[in-house]
């Protein structure tokens, strides 16, 4: 099986595959997060249209598009390793009236130094939101977005529900990071 995928459609593909949403949590700020590492090999290199086939632990085979954000690209050599690794958490608190928001969005990208090609992709979310309803039976609450989406959590433990009451404003800080590193053949 062949897939044919860009670093940014494998940041989302990773983002939706990997991880439902988090749950929003406690009273108090509480941060919870989760990390994922996933190696891969290098079965190709299509250096004219800078293309690497990285082979699954399960065999699958899928095409990276590497843009021209990749600096060192021609560092790579078929048989090397390309880890992965995925953290993300969310933070919850109930906003305060009058409290200055916080900035909506940020992004980094910071490149490994040396010759090998690798580097982290980080990007962190503040949005405030509504509790619509909560549901301690499964647990989950459904959460109103200041543009009137809505988006339902599961919670890890009921308990981290109490407290809450429908119609509370939460702020929530959602942190992504995507590190990329190479390990050459042996």
């Known amino acids: 099986m062949r897939a044919r995928t860009s670093i ?3 940041l989302a593909v990773l983002t939706v595959v990997l991880f439902a949403p988090s749950p929003l949590l406690a009273q108090k700020p509480v941060s919870v997060g989760a990390q994922i590492n996933e190696t891969f090999t290098i079965e190709a290199i299509d250096s004219a249209r800078r293309i690497v086939t990285l082979k699954g632990k399960d065999g699958t085979l899928t ?3 590497c843009g021209p954000e990749v600096q060192r ?5 078929v048989g090397d390793s390309v880890n992965f690794r995925y ?11 009058g409290d200055a928001a916080k900035a909506p969005e940020s992004a980094a990208v910071t490149r490994t130094p040396g010759a090998a090609p690798g580097g982290t992709i980080a990007q962190q979310m503040t949005a405030v939101v509504t509790l619509a309803a909560i549901d301690a039976k499964v647990p989950s609450v459904t959460i109103t977005t200041e543009k009137g989406n ?11 529900l109490e407290g809450y009451k429908v119609g509370d404003k939460v702020e929530i800080t959602y ?12």
Do not use: C, H, W
């Open 175 to 186: 942190t992504q990071a995507l590190a990329v590193s190479v390990t050459p053949a042996k």
């Open 63 to 65: 095409d990276v598009v």
């Open 8 to 10: 940014g459609l494998a």
């Open 87 to 97: 953290y993300e958490s969310v933070v919850s608190t109930i906003r305060r009236p």
């Open 150 to 160: 809505k988006m339902s959590f599961k919670v890890e433990n009921a308990k981290n």
């Open 73 to 77: 690209f021609d560092a790579l050599k």
